[in-house]
C-alpha cells in the first residue's frame, strides 16, 4: 500500500506517513524519535558563572531584578527560566525566613 493510502486508512497526514516510511528505510527502525524537551537551559547553564556571580553579589535580589542584570550582559532569560535554574541547584528564592506559627491568624 503507498504512503499516502496508509495515511487515508490510519487518519494521519500523507506527510506523516512519508517521513515514517522514510525513517524505516533508512534505520531500520519506527520507534519514536527521542523529544527535545528544554531546549533553551543548555544557554542558561552556559553562562551559571555570570549567573551565580550576579546573584552572590546580591543574595537579596528579586529574579526579575536578576533578569535585568543579566539582559545587560548578554543573556536573556524568563524568570521562570532563572527559577528552574536555581530549582535544579536546589537553591531557594524566598527573601523571608519563615514565621512562627500564630493563635489569631495566618502569618503569610
Do not use: Y
Not at 496508509?6 to 527521542?34: C, D, L, M, Y
Not at 542558561?44 to 535580589?61: F, G, H
Amino acid at each position: 500500500m503507498s504512503c499516502r493510502a496508509a495515511a487515508a486508512r490510519f487518519g494521519v497526514a500523507p506527510s506523516t506517513a512519508i517521513r515514517w516510511h522514510e525513517q524505516r528505510r533508512t534505520t531500520g527502525n519506527i520507534a519514536p524519535k527521542p523529544q527535545s524537551g528544554d531546549m533553551r537551559s543548555r544557554h542558561v547553564e552556559a553562562r551559571r558563572e555570570d549567573i551565580l556571580a550576579l546573584w552572590e553579589a546580591r543574595k537579596d535580589i528579586s529574579l526579575e531584578e536578576l533578569r535585568a542584570g543579566l539582559i545587560e550582559i548578554g543573556l536573556n532569560v524568563s524568570v521562570a527560566g532563572l527559577h528552574r535554574f536555581f530549582a535544579r541547584r536546589g537553591m531557594t528564592r524566598k527573601k523571608r525566613r519563615a514565621m512562627p506559627s500564630s493563635r489569631t491568624g495566618p502569618t503569610s
